[in-house]
């Protein structure tokens, strides 16, 4: 579970980051998979045509890095849901319990009169 720390694709340059980002996680995927078997898939990278097998290992650290984002955001969303479960759960404790206060009291004031 990854709630703070992403590993990033640190020796990923922007230009190469801005191209993987502008064709998106599902069609690197595609690329990167088509890419080891041997087939010559090429994208656009600064206007030219490039080879996928040449940015193998950059593919894979940003896609590392695009999954850890949605982790992270998927384990913070669980984390929320649960603090909300809990809280609602102490209200209704909080409320029964208040409850039986309050017609304990009314029973006692009713009796005084």
Do not use: P
Not at 93 to 106: A, P
């Amino acid at each position: 579970m990854r709630l703070l720390r992403i590993r990033k694709a640190k020796e990923l340059e922007k230009q190469l980051r801005d191209s993987f980002e502008k064709y998106g996680m599902e069609c690197m995927r595609i690329i990167l998979a088509t890419t080891n078997h041997g087939s010559t898939t090429t994208f656009k990278h600064q206007g030219n045509e490039v080879r996928a097998s040449n940015y193998v290992d950059s593919i894979l650290s940003w896609l590392t890095e695009e999954y850890d984002k949605k982790d992270r955001k998927d384990n913070w969303l669980l984390v929320m849901e649960i603090a909300i479960t809990i809280f609602v759960f102490v209200e209704m404790i909080i409320s029964i319990c208040n409850i039986s206060y309050v017609q304990h009291f009314f029973k006692a004031l009713l009796q005084r009169i």
